[in-house]
């Protein structure tokens, strides 16, 4: 289910980067049984900072494997 793949993608940043998530919409999902990609538009914030960025999450086993991001202006 996308809102979860969203949750993970949410606590991945957090975890992994410090980023809190402001916003997350969906772009594209590609996620079946766990193994795929999902894109999100999202502003995400860092002690107060924040930004706007396109990210592709690759899941492989409903993990995330890697991560795509590019800077939106």
Not at 49 to 63: A, C, M, P, Q
């Amino acid at each position: 289910m996308s809102s979860d793949l969203v949750a993970t993608a949410k606590t991945y940043l957090k975890k992994t980067y410090g980023e809190d998530t402001v916003t997350m919409t969906v772009t594209k999902n590609t996620v079946v049984n766990g193994t795929g990609a999902l894109s999100v538009d999202c502003t995400v914030s860092v002690e107060g900072n924040e930004s706007d960025w396109s990210k592709v999450f690759h899941f492989k086993n409903g993990v995330i494997v890697d991560m795509d991001y590019r800077m939106r202006r």
